[in-house]
């Protein structure tokens, strides 16, 4: 992964830079941020996945958030991306002729976009009114509109591109899934997991999730296996259906990235195809952290950080011979 000027922006922001904060950071360089005790997410699986939507269908009523629609008539939601009004997308790859499910070259498939309930969320780091919160239990990132000061630091800052601010409203906040967490107070799941009629879409704690991510990895493609739906490691008897195993890539999406999410993502198909960035593992406000602890000199610190990174930026453009365009994936 190689540091580009986009990326630039997000360590800026994640770190604090922008607002000049203190260079002290309570974690050492390149370790990992813990997983909250009760930590709770979504296991998405593409391979599982037929793109039928009831998830965003789910989503938009349980957090009543209106249609947003191509149709002049606005007869029905179909919204394009995630946006002020949408906080979860079910989107579609295409490649060639997109006959089979689940293949990169002439195949198709099906990715969830949402927030990643980041373990070291650079939102939460980035926001100088801590309006972003993750809390120390579930590990939910959730946001107050009442604490927000519309300063935008965590669209910036987030690696993932998530948080969307209400731009048409006279009084704007910023908009992001912040995993159902009224319906959690109440001992419920995830809307978009419990409208899920085939299990891609899973509720539960997020060792649960690992390590049913893991026994999904061991399964011969092709052979039949029970999946569970909804949800796992609730009270309630696991409910669960028999499927085809598909062909999943060796790769468990935010396991590592950034540090680790609580969100994770199995897929056949590359996830940069699918439209997910190449994160490093280290969240980006550790790898500031890093570079600002190495070169800390009182209060010219801010100056250092900026030639240093700029230098790192343009270090990355050389050695990729002004290569800068990674090959984008085919995803609608
Ligand atoms: S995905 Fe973005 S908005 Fe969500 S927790 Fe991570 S940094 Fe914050
Ligand atoms: S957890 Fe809730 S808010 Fe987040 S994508 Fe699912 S239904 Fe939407
Ligand atoms: S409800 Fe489940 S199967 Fe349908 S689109 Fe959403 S994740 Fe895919």
Redesign the pocket.
Known sequence: MKLKRRDFLKLSASSGLLLAASPESALARGEKKALPPEAVGILYDSTLCVGCQACMVGCKTANRMPIESQDPQKRWDDPLDLSASTLNIIKRYANGTAAVKDREQDGYAFIKRQ????ID????SACPVSA?R?DAQSGV?SYDKDACIGCRY?QI????D??KFQWASTTPEIV??QLCQHLLKDGKIAACCAACPTGASLFGPVEDLRAEAKRRLKLEPGSYADFPLKQIGGRAEPQTTSRQVGHYLEHIYGENE?GG?QVLLMAGVPFTKLGLPDLPDEAFVRLADGIQYAIYKGMAYPLVVLGALIYMIRKGENNNHGGDHKEQGDGK
Do not use: D, E, G, Q
């Open positions: 927030c990643m309930h980041c969320p650079s939102c939460v972003l993750k990132v965590c800052a987030c690696p993932f998530i948080p992001k899934c950034v999410t």
